[in-house]
């Protein structure tokens, strides 16, 4: 017997609502009270010669006195002439001026203290359900992976994107000119040993794409480079209108805990057998492009 042509229609949709979602959906369903706006001030803007834009999002809160150093170095001018020059596969791509000679801004502290780490005190972490290799615990918190430790502290993680700072051997910190994105899979054992200041939120691919550099550690020969840069701003020295703005998803709202669940267990077509478990690095802070405010 069939059934009338309306109640099979209700039928399929009954079906349609029940259809698990993709985690691609759940953030794009997200509502507004999910999302939390990044400030101006805290998003670099790199622009490379003959066109391409890579845009990063400092972290004050993990490490103050590096991202001081290189909104300082932003404002200064001090990337005129620097270049992407090692592009390391599965690993890292590396730009900056390579000049340790070259004159800083004034209030540039060139030797920071060792941002790796810092106190959990007025951090909430939000714990990730999920067990990890790294670190006795991980979580988010403002928007952030992190990871904590057996005396307590607390980091960034390697992950996908990340940005942090070049150094030379200890007790060498880096000041800031000299930075790094992650464009492989996360070198977690990086953690705590680097000053890791950002992430990348859009442009990876003008950093990932690259030849990779024919030298060791990926760097390219002498007087070659990967990409020259032809400006490094603050999204708030530009003008209202021209800022690009953008929001990552608050993970204590429900739609980052359905998320982070949903990448553990993926159950639309694709997929026959759901993992049970997701690492940090493979559940990233969503992050989307708004109209400028």
């Given at each position: 017997?069939?059934?009338?042509?309306?109640?099979?229609?209700?039928?399929?949709?009954?079906?349609?609502?029940?259809?698990?979602?993709?985690?691609?959906?759940?953030?794009?369903?997200?509502?507004?009270?999910?999302?939390?706006?990044?400030?101006?001030?805290?998003?670099?803007?790199?622009?490379?010669?003959?066109?391409?834009?890579?845009?990063?999002?400092?972290?004050p809160s993990f490490a103050p006195v590096h991202v001081?150093?290189?909104?300082?170095?932003?404002?200064?001018?001090?990337?005129?002439?620097?270049?992407?020059?090692?592009?390391?596969?599965?690993?890292?791509?590396?730009?900056?001026?390579?000049?340790?000679?070259?004159?800083?801004?004034?209030?540039?502290?060139?030797?920071?203290?060792?941002?790796?780490?810092?106190?959990?005190?007025?951090?909430?972490?939000?714990?990730?359900?999920?067990?990890?290799?790294?670190?006795?615990?991980?979580?988010?918190?403002?928007?952030?992976?992190?990871?904590?430790?057996r005396d307590g502290q607390v980091s960034l993680t390697?992950?996908?994107?990340?940005?942090?700072?070049?150094?030379?051997?200890?007790?060498?910190?880096?000041?800031?000119?000299?930075?790094?994105?992650?464009?492989?899979?996360?070198?977690?054992?990086?953690?705590?040993?680097?000053?890791?200041?950002?992430?990348?939120?859009?442009?990876?691919?003008?950093?990932?794409?690259?030849?990779?550099?024919?030298?060791?550690?990926?760097?390219?020969?002498?007087?070659?480079?990967?990409?020259?840069?032809?400006?490094?701003?603050?999204?708030?020295?530009?003008?209202?209108?021209?800022?690009?703005?953008?929001?990552?998803?608050?993970?204590?709202?429900?739609?980052?805990?359905?998320?982070?669940?949903?990448?553990?267990?993926?159950?639309?077509?694709?997929?026959?057998?759901?993992?049970?478990?997701?690492?940090?690095?493979?559940?990233?802070?969503?992050?989307?492009?708004?109209?400028a405010p």
């Amino acid at each position: 017997m069939r059934l009338p042509l309306a109640l099979s229609a209700l039928a399929l949709l009954a079906a349609a609502s029940l259809k698990p979602l993709t985690p691609s959906e759940i953030v794009a369903q997200a509502p507004t009270t999910a999302w939390r706006t990044i400030p101006a001030e805290d998003v670099l803007l790199i622009d490379y010669q003959g066109g391409g834009r890579t845009i990063i999002q400092l972290a004050p809160s993990f490490a103050p006195v590096h991202v001081a150093n290189i909104r300082a170095l932003a404002g200064g001018n001090y990337w005129s002439g620097a270049s992407v020059y090692r592009v390391q596969d599965n690993y890292v791509a590396q730009w900056g001026t390579n000049d340790d000679k070259k004159p800083l801004p004034g209030s540039v502290v060139r030797k920071p203290p060792a941002e790796y780490t810092r106190s959990p005190r007025g951090l909430t972490i939000r714990p990730f359900a999920y067990t990890d290799s790294y670190a006795v615990r991980t979580g988010h918190s403002r928007g952030w992976a992190v990871a904590q430790y057996r005396d307590g502290q607390v980091s960034l993680t390697h992950c996908y994107g990340t940005v942090g700072v070049g150094r030379d051997l200890a007790p060498d910190t880096g000041m800031g000119g000299e930075l790094y994105a992650v464009i492989g899979h996360g070198p977690r054992q990086l953690d705590r040993n680097i000053a890791i200041v950002g992430r990348v939120i859009e442009g990876i691919e003008q950093l990932s794409a690259l030849p990779r550099g024919t030298e060791a550690l990926g760097f390219y020969k002498e007087g070659t480079v990967a990409k020259r840069i032809l400006a490094v701003r603050l999204a708030s020295a530009l003008p209202a209108a021209e800022r690009p703005s953008f929001q990552y998803m608050d993970e204590t709202s429900a739609s980052f805990a359905a998320y982070v669940r949903t990448r553990a267990n993926r159950q639309d077509d694709f997929y026959r057998v759901a993992a049970g478990g997701v690492d940090l690095c493979n559940a990233p802070v969503p992050i989307r492009r708004t109209p400028a405010p």
